[in-house]
C-alpha cells in the first residue's frame, strides 16, 4: 500500500509557476507509474499529467502540454509538478495518486489508487 501527501500548491499570478511535491510512503513507491490530476470547483477531476516508473515515459493533457513537465526521484519517494506559465484555469485543486497497473500510461480516472488530499491552486487574473 502506498500512501501519498501533495504539497506546494498556493496563490500566484498569472504568467508566473509553481511546483507541486508528492511525496509517498511505502516501499514499493517506484514500482508504480504516477499521475497527476486536478479538480475545480463545480467540475470532474481531469487528468493533467502520468509518468512511468522509470521516468521512460511521460504523458499530458492538451491543455498543460508545453507549460507543466513531470518528473520523479525514486530515491525520495517523490513525484514533482512544475508548472510554469500558469493560467487562471488552472486554478483546481491538485491530486497525485498512483496507477493501479503495469502497462501504458493511463489518463482515467479509475485506473489510478491512492490518492492524497490535494493542494489548491490559485491563479489570479
Known amino acids: 500500500q502506498v500512501q501519498v501527501e501533495e504539497s506546494g500548491g498556493g496563490l500566484v499570478q498569472a504568467g508566473g509557476s509553481l511546483r507541486l511535491s508528492c511525496a509517498a510512503s511505502g516501499r514499493t513507491f517506484s514500482n508504480y507509474a504516477m499521475g497527476w490530476f486536478r479538480q475545480a470547483p463545480g467540475k470532474e477531476r481531469e487528468f493533467v499529467a502520468a509518468?512511468?516508473?522509470?521516468?521512460?515515459?511521460?504523458y499530458y493533457a492538451d491543455s498543460v502540454k508545453d507549460r507543466f513537465t513531470i518528473s520523479r526521484d525514486n530515491s525520495k519517494n517523490t513525484v514533482f509538478l512544475q508548472m510554469n506559465k500558469l493560467k487562471p484555469e488552472d486554478t483546481a485543486v491538485y491530486y497525485c495518486a498512483t496507477q493501479k497497473r503495469l502497462g501504458p500510461l493511463s489518463t482515467r480516472r479509475y485506473e489510478y489508487a491512492n490518492w492524497g488530499q490535494g493542494t489548491q491552486v490559485t491563479v489570479s487574473s
Open positions: 509518468i512511468s516508473w522509470s521516468e521512460t515515459s511521460t
